[in-house]
């Protein structure tokens, strides 16, 4: 399997801009998980999902940043409008339903919002 | 409110010792605990796991303590190596949850 796949890698937009970051989750896996990461709050968990369905969106910073999972092997997370402080790199990650599966995550996108 | 303490400073260690580092946590009762390692522009990779009825767990030079009356894990690395130099992660779980919540990593520098 290649692994979890996010894109785009890196990401420049100005202010005021609409940001879609993507994500492709392991085949087969039943959670997924979108957290954001900052030298100031660490890694931090934003909404995840199971099978398709959001759990717990309490993460998510603001009304301006929404996700959705269409099928079992797509997800986004959107952000409208951005602000520089949204800048940060935003890792996916999925898992199996077992209970302590790991989570498998990407290598992130980084976002800079100028 | 729950939280995550991991060894706020960056760990730097002579190369050959034992790298420990420390995960504790307040208003949590995991069932088990999982310990994740980072790379500079990567997504941080799973290691270990250990349950709350688990006192040690053992990975080839790793190893991993989880003491739920002090409420803390302690992550060793044994002959450390240059290449062990990375950030590490603790992630305290749930049995009936999923919701995976990371500490703030300690960043750890092994030097030749």
């Known amino acids: 399997d290649a692994g979890v796949i996010q894109s785009p890698r890196h990401e420049v937009t100005e202010m005021g801009q609409e940001v879609t970051l993507r994500c492709k989750p392991i085949s087969g896996h039943d959670y997924l998980f979108w957290y954001r990461q900052t030298m100031m709050r660490g890694l931090e968990l934003l909404i995840y999902f199971n099978n398709n369905v959001p759990i717990d969106d309490s993460g998510m910073p603001e009304d301006r940043f929404s996700a959705k999972m269409p099928n079992a092997s797509f997800s986004t997370l959107k952000i409208q409008p951005s602000e520089p402080r949204d800048s940060a790199v935003y890792f996916c990650?999925?898992?199996?339903?077992?209970?302590?599966?790991?989570?498998?995550f990407g290598n992130g996108t980084r976002l800079t919002v100028t | 409110s729950q939280k995550i303490e991991q060894n706020s400073e960056a760990l730097n260690i002579q190369e050959g010792k034992t790298a420990t580092l420390t995960c504790n946590y307040t208003?949590?009762?995991?069932?088990?605990l999982q310990w994740y390692r980072q790379d500079p522009g990567r997504g941080p990779v799973f290691l270990l796991l250990?349950?709350?009825?688990?006192k040690e767990k053992r990975k080839e030079r790793l190893k991993v303590t989880f003491d739920t009356t002090l409420k803390q894990s302690l992550f060793h690395i044994t002959a450390s190596q240059p290449a062990d130099s990375a950030t590490y992660l603790c992630?305290?779980?749930?049995?009936?949850?999923?919701?995976?919540?990371f500490g703030s990593g300690t960043r750890l520098s092994i030097r030749p």
């Open positions: 250990i349950r709350e009825n688990e």
């Open positions: 990650a999925s898992s199996l339903a077992r209970e302590g599966s790991p989570l498998h």
């Open positions: 992630a305290p779980g749930y049995s009936s949850a999923s919701k995976i919540i």
């Open positions: 208003n949590y009762s995991p069932a088990y």
